[in-house]
């Protein structure tokens, strides 16, 4: 067998194969053999027909694609022991030729990265900022939701109260609304009814009745647009929502706190603490940017994005079958076809692709690995977060697809720490050896659950890396 490789761009190889003469001589025989026994041949019993005579009769190109079709998987897997090519899919025959027979493939490999200097990388802090705005939204949002819908007493409604009434309405003999306790709150525009509705309800009070008529729009998107309608209410009650003081009182009421300044404390923290987290991420986004720009390789085959795509079209038609729009109704609606909408996800599977490679090959070259206690670790901590039936949880953690998994976790996390720690310059040095590194385990078909194989990568969740 004559093997040759040629290394193409996007980490592929293409592999040349031609089989031996007596090799591919035999196949042509049982070929003929096959062709024999499925087809009259003049002068011949069927099967019995010679090599020779099938050969005039169907002509030697005829047999050479049967053949080549028969030895293909024999010899693809003879080409791979013999050349130690371990492809991570399986390769795309891409032309044969006869006489001789010649297969040309197409082999995607495993994806090549070069980081370069990417120690060198350096990003800005973004300073944050806290203004007593800020707070005064947070307190804003706490009195909303302690605040009492309270009857008013001598002021007629306004808007933003809330009505209580009893009402009926018509255009023409169309029923609209007939209801003895019809709840409103009073809105510059309401969506619901046509313009000028809400108005008609301000400055009233308790035991008013009204009576009025408005018109439908034209573009009201239903069979009353252009109609003029009438209706009578009764007002039974008219409440403003009343906002508590802001004290101490409040401070107590919302939490354990003493004073209302510990209160604005607290929440000084809490958006601290949440801005903190976005910018975190924001980043370590830029700084990720910043690394792919000055990469020297970051090449990957094209079905490592082939099947980021089709995994991702899995998911989008899974969540929509849940929220009861079918994928086809969703693009018949936006006017895409299914191609179309591959076309988009392309773009981030891309995006993510290079996301996970990058952090891969930090993993790698940092030494980042996760050793045996922090999975131990973090089963831990999973099952104490857990219900207190565990035994099925802790039974997956402790397989070894399971704690491939959470390896995977705590790698990403070390990888996305250390890539912070670069782009402020505080990244410690490289050690000099690797810490002890997780031994590498065979997928299963468990493992299909946290990882789709052991050369696919994560789901990619689009350009950047989540908080």
Do not use: C
């Not at 009578?232 to 802001?246: D, G, M, N, T």
């Not at 039974?395 to 995977?408: C, K, N, Q, V």
Request: net charge negative.
């Amino acid at each position: 067998m004559k093997i040759t490789t040629e290394r193409l761009p996007n980490s592929q190889i293409a592999l040349t194969i031609q089989p031996d003469e007596q090799q591919v001589e035999q196949a042509l025989r049982k070929a003929a053999t096959k062709v024999a026994q499925h087809y009259n041949i003049p002068g011949f019993r069927k099967g019995k027909a010679p090599y020779a005579a099938v050969v005039r009769a169907f002509g030697k190109e005829a047999l050479y694609e049967q053949a080549a079709e028969d030895m293909s998987d024999q010899v693809y897997k003879q080409a791979l022991d013999e050349s130690g090519l371990q492809p991570i899919a399986p390769g795309v025959l891409e032309d044969v030729t006869f006489d001789p027979l010649v297969y040309r493939l197409v082999l995607p490999m495993q994806p090549e990265v070069d980081l370069g200097d990417y120690r060198s990388v350096r990003v800005e802090h973004a300073v944050i900022e806290i203004s007593d705005d800020d707070i005064e939204a947070e307190l804003l949002k706490m009195q909303e939701q302690q605040a009492e819908w309270l009857p008013l007493e001598e002021d007629g409604a306004a808007h933003g109260d809330l009505l209580t009434m009893q009402i009926s309405g018509k255009a023409g003999n169309d029923e609209i609304i007939e209801d003895d306790a019809f709840e409103l709150i009073l809105e510059p525009e309401s969506e619901d009814f046509p313009p000028g509705f809400d108005q008609q309800f301000l400055g009233v009070k308790a035991g008013d009745r009204v009576a009025f008529d408005v018109t439908y729009p034209d573009e009201w998107p239903s069979e009353r647009a252009g109609a003029e309608a009438h209706f009578e209410a009764v007002i039974i009650s008219v409440k403003r929502h009343e906002l508590p003081e802001l004290d101490d009182d409040f401070a107590a009421l919302v939490g354990d706190f003493d004073t209302l300044d510990a209160l604005k404390a607290s929440i000084r923290q809490g958006i601290l603490d949440q801005r903190q987290e976005e910018a975190d991420a924001e980043y370590a986004n830029a700084v990720l940017q910043k690394m792919i720009e000055g990469a020297v390789a970051i090449d990957y085959p094209p079905v490592l994005v082939d099947d980021a795509v089709e995994r991702m079209m899995q998911e989008q038609e899974q969540n929509m079958r849940r929220s009861g729009l079918p994928l086809s109704e969703f693009l018949r609606l936006t006017g895409q076809t299914e191609d179309d909408f591959r076309q988009r996800l392309r773009g981030r599977a891309e995006a993510g692709l290079r996301t996970d490679l990058v952090l891969d090959k930090l993993v790698e070259i940092e030494s980042l690995q996760a050793i045996e206690a922090e999975i131990d670790e973090r089963v831990e901590a999973l099952l104490a977060d857990a219900p207190e039936d565990t035994s099925g949880l802790r039974e997956f953690l402790e397989m070894p697809s399971g704690r491939h998994a959470l390896s995977h976790d705590i790698e990403r996390g070390k990888a996305i720490q250390r890539m912070i720690a670069i782009g402020d310059g505080t990244a410690p040095e490289l050690a000099a050896a690797p810490v002890e590194a997780v031994a590498d385990v065979e997928p299963t078909a468990i493992e299909d659950q946290v990882q789709q194989d052991e050369v696919a990568v994560e789901e990619p969740e689009g350009s950047e890396i989540p908080a």
